[in-house]
C-alpha cells in the first residue's frame, strides 16, 4: 500500500532522511517512531507530495507521489502536525468545507467519523480556534476521513494532548483500522509504539529497526536491571563505572541499567553498589520496553566510527 525506496532529503548540509527504505501493508496500522528532529515530518511531507524528495521514490497504492501527485492526494487523509484548519471557521464549517473541496458530502461519508464527530457534534457551532487540544485533534482526524480516504498519514496527532484524549485518540485509531483503513502515524512518544502492527524506528534520519513491538523487545540482545534508589544522580553516576556497562538512564524513579548478557548477576552489582556507599538500594532484572530498545540501538550507531 506505502512503499518507500531509498528515500533521500537533505536541508543545507543537514541530512533529513539517509536512504529510507519501508512498506507499510494494506489496512496495517505502522508506527513512525522518534524524537524531535528525526526526520518524521519530512518523510510524511513527502508522502503527501508536499516536499519533493532529493532522491529515491515513494508510492501510495501504486501512485507515485510525485509524478501522481493529484491522485495520491484524493486516496489519502493527511493531518499535520501543526493545528491546520480554519481557526475562525466553526467546527461544522471546516468539516463542510473539506468534504465539498474533495465532492462530497457529510451525510455521504458521516458512517465514517460518526464514533469522532459525535464527541464534538455538541460545540459545531464552537469556533475551531476555541476547542480543546483533544478536541481539535477528532475535528482534524474528522476533515482527514470525510472523503473516504484509503491511507491515512498523521504526524504526531496526539502531541501537546492530554493523556485521556491521547488514548481515546488510539482507540478511535483502531476502530479506523477495522475498516481496512491503511495507516501511518508518526509520534516522539515510545509508550504509544505497543498500540501499532509493526513500527520503525527512526533516528537523524536513518531507520534504525523495523519489526513488531513484540519482535522488537523480545530481541533485545543484553541484560536489563531496574535499579531503585533514593538517590539518582549519585547511583547513576557511580553505576557509570561499573566494568563491562553498557548504559545506565533514569526511567522516572529508577534507573535503567543494560550490561553485556551473562557478565553481571543482581549480586555483582549490589556488591559493586555498596563499594560506594550505597546501601538503600534494590535490583531486578526487567524486561525490556521500546524506549529501552531505541536507547541500545542509538548506543550502538553512536559507538560506530
Request: charged content about 25%; aromatic content about 6%.
Amino acid at each position: 500500500m506505502i512503499e518507500v525506496k531509498d528515500i533521500h532529503k537533505q536541508y543545507g548540509d543537514v541530512v533529513a532522511l539517509e536512504k529510507v527504505s519501508l512498506s507499510v501493508k494494506k489496512g496495517e496500522l505502522f508506527g513512525l517512531i522518534g524524537p524531535d528532529g528525526a526526520g518524521k515530518t519530512s518523510l510524511m511531507r513527502i508522502l503527501m507530495s508536499l516536499l519533493l524528495p532529493d532522491g529515491g521514490s515513494a508510492t501510495m497504492n501504486g501512485l507515485d507521489v510525485v509524478t501522481d501527485y493529484k491522485k495520491v492526494r484524493l486516496i489519502t487523509g493527511y493531518m499535520p502536525g501543526r493545528f491546520s484548519l480554519y481557526p475562525d471557521l466553526t467546527v461544522e464549517e471546516n468539516l463542510k468545507f473539506f468534504a465539498t473541496v474533495f465532492g462530497t458530502t457529510i451525510q455521504e461519508n458521516y458512517h465514517l467519523i460518526k464514533d469522532i464527530y459525535q464527541q464534538i457534534e455538541p460545540f459545531k457551532t464552537r469556533r475551531a480556534g476555541k476547542l480543546s487540544g483533544g478536541m481539535k485533534q477528532k475535528l482534524a482526524l474528522s476533515c482527514a476521513l470525510i472523503h473516504k480516504p484509503e491511507i491515512l498519514i498523521l504526524d504526531e496527532p496526539t502531541t501537546g494532548v492530554d493523556a485521556v484524549s491521547r488514548k481515546e485518540f488510539w482507540e478511535m485509531l483502531k476502530r479506523l483500522k477495522e475498516m481496512e483503513i491503511t495507516i501511518l502515524v508518526s509520534t516522539p512518544y515510545m509508550d504509544e509504539a505497543s498500540m501499532c502492527d509493526r513500527i520503525a524506528l527512526i533516528q537523524q534520519g536513518n531507520l534504525m529497526s523495523v519489526a513488531t513491538p513484540q519482535a522488537m523487545t523480545k530481541a533485545f540482545s543484553e541484560d536489563l536491571w531496574v535499579v531503585r534508589t533514593k538517590k539518582i544522580y549519585p547511583t547513576t553516576k557511580h553505576l557509570g563505572q561499573l566494568p563491562s556497562l553498557v548504559s545506565v538512564n533514569s526511567f522516572g524513579q529508577v534507573l535503567h541499567l543494560v550490561t553485556p548478557k551473562g557478565m553481571h548477576n543482581i549480586g555483582s552489582i549490589t556488591q559493586f553498589l555498596s563499594k560506594n556507599d550505597e546501601n538503600e538500594i534494590s535490583v531486578e532484572p526487567a524486561e525490556a520496553t521500546i524506549e529501552d530498545v531505541f536507547i541500545l540501538l542509538m548506543n550502538n550507531r553512536n559507538s560506530k566510527p
